[in-house]
């Protein structure tokens, strides 16, 4: 699996607008080493290659992004000028050549680089407008590539999109806004994107005949005593604020976890604030209700998790995803670690974790759409 921003390059080649990377890129100390996606992998250029290295390696699919900005610049449609024709072209040969190799493309509409012009009209996700704005792309690409295209996976990770996009402003477009609750309302906003996507392909390109759902990620989290009874509850709520933020209202009933509206709401009322939480219409809970035909899982790690010390949740100034659940997490140190200080290996995590969906979600199938660790370089 690969994200256009990091692998494909020609940045701004062949009427290709700037995304959120390209502009979060330029700032100087938002990147440890100064480095850019310009040229990235240069797959734009070297894609037959990157294909025949897939082939020599045995692969079978390939799950590739596909860069809005390459195909509507502006972000959106309003006339059939407005669509990068280029770009079509471009994505018509790799899956081309894709499936000259025997290699079945698995294309994902959104891996975080939104067209900066999106995000400089109505501040991106935390637009309402953007789920229509998703829809219009969503129906260019299935209009021209679903013919040979049968998996489709909308979102890619969208917790990250907006807990690290719009909450601690620590990847693109850089917002720092869990304080006002800005991570919850981009979250809700690519949801109902997802959403309308999804229905969009379903009622108009079901001759298709392929398939549409969504990629999040999620890790496991485990008791820090598993012969405690509030540990095992403080795992289940954290499990419920990641993987349910979004699973609960796709796989359930159209709705956030109740947990997560008690919780945020017991934060607000003690501020005398409305509720950070947006709330789905009627109309959007069944839009949203079973909107996926699969569950993809991007797996890598888990935490041990207990209730937050008392003092820590009287805290005013901890407000926000990381501190509403009013659970603490950590690490076993003993785990295996990757490259990334974040990487612990825990393979009884994926096991659990699989367990975990196919209860609580119905028993949908499900893809792990991306799982492994990130290895040392050098000494």
Request: charged fraction near 25%.
């Amino acid at each position: 699996a690969t994200a256009a921003y990091q692998i494909e390059g020609g940045w701004n080649e062949d009427g290709k607008g700037l995304s959120i990377w390209d502009k979060y890129t330029e700032t100087v100390g938002n990147i440890a080493d100064g480095s850019d996606g310009k040229i990235a992998c240069d797959s734009y250029h070297k894609y037959k290659e990157d294909v025949q290295l897939l082939k020599n390696m045995g692969v079978g699919a390939y799950r590739f992004s596909i860069s809005w900005p390459r195909i509507l610049p502006k972000g959106k449609v309003d006339k059939k000028e407005d669509i990068n024709q280029k770009g079509i072209e471009y994505y018509n040969n790799l899956i081309d050549e894709l499936i000259a190799n025997g290699i079945e493309p698995v294309a994902t509409l959104y891996h975080w680089d939104l067209p900066q012009a999106l995000q400089d009209e109505k501040d991106g996700w935390l637009n309402p407008d953007i789920a229509t704005y998703f829809e219009q792309y969503a129906k260019v690409l299935f209009e021209n590539f679903g013919d040979r295209v049968k998996k489709w996976i909308t979102l890619n990770e969208p917790w990250v999109v907006a807990l690290h996009g719009y909450g601690d402003g620590s990847k693109a477009p850089g917002i720092s806004g869990s304080s006002e609750g800005k991570e919850y309302r981009a979250a809700h906003n690519l949801i109902r994107a997802h959403a309308k996507a999804y229905r969009l392909y379903h009622r108009d390109f079901a001759n298709q005949t392929g398939q549409v759902g969504i990629t999040l990620n999620t890790d496991w989290f485990e008791p820090a005593n598993s012969t405690n009874e509030k540990d095992e509850e403080a795992a289940e709520t954290k499990r419920q604020f990641f993987a349910g933020w979004f699973a609960h209202p796709i796989y359930v009933d159209g709705t956030y976890p109740q947990v997560m509206i008690d919780q945020i709401g017991k934060k607000d009322d003690a501020q005398n604030r409305p509720s950070r939480l947006p709330t789905f219409t009627e109309e959007e809970q069944i839009e949203i209700r079973n909107s996926s035909d699969f569950y993809g899982l991007n797996f890598y790690t888990s935490n041990l998790a207990f209730p937050t010390p008392v003092g820590e949740i009287d805290d005013k100034n901890n407000i926000g995803w990381k501190y509403d659940s009013d659970v603490t997490d950590f690490k076993d140190p003993k785990w295996y670690s990757g490259a990334s200080e974040w990487l612990k290996v825990t393979p009884f995590g994926l096991r659990r974790m699989v367990k975990w969906i196919h209860e609580k979600y119905g028993h949908p199938s499900i893809y792990v759409t991306e799982n492994g660790f990130s290895d040392f370089i050098g000494n």
